[in-house]
């Protein structure tokens, strides 16, 4: 499985933006798709998931703020960002799970957001 994130950049507090993971090769049984963020110096945290059923999770720090989506047809997740802090800079991952023994991860995109 191949994932490519896009969408990352520099924003001012406050603004919005939106992440795309584009999943490729072999996605059959991919059970949920999620994203993950890490600061410097900070271990890699959970942000928001999404199930092949449809279910969401989000962090507790971002809730209400930000929304995952999923295309299927297009094999792709969304993270639309809203309301964005100086707090949620971070390197972005893209993350595809099929089980405890098989999952990926992207090439990760850069969100910083200035105050």
């Known amino acids: 499985v191949q994932l490519q994130a896009s969408g990352g950049g520099l924003v001012q507090s406050g603004m919005s933006l939106r992440l795309a993971c584009a999943a490729s090769?072999?996605?059959?049984?991919?059970?949920?798709m999620g994203w993950y963020r890490q600061a410097p110096g900070n271990q890699r945290d959970l942000v928001a998931t999404?199930?092949?059923?449809?279910?969401?999770n989000y962090a507790d720090s971002v809730k209400g703020r930000f929304t995952i989506s999923g295309d299927n047809a297009k094999n792709t997740v969304y993270l639309q960002m809203n309301s964005l802090k100086p707090e949620d800079t971070a390197v972005y991952y893209c993350?595809?799970?099929?089980?405890?023994?098989?999952?990926?991860w992207g090439q990760g995109t850069q969100v910083t957001v200035s105050s």
């Open positions: 999404i199930t092949s059923g449809g279910s969401t």
């Open positions: 993350n595809a799970f099929k089980s405890r023994f098989e999952a990926y």
């Open positions: 090769g072999r996605i059959f049984g991919i059970v949920r």
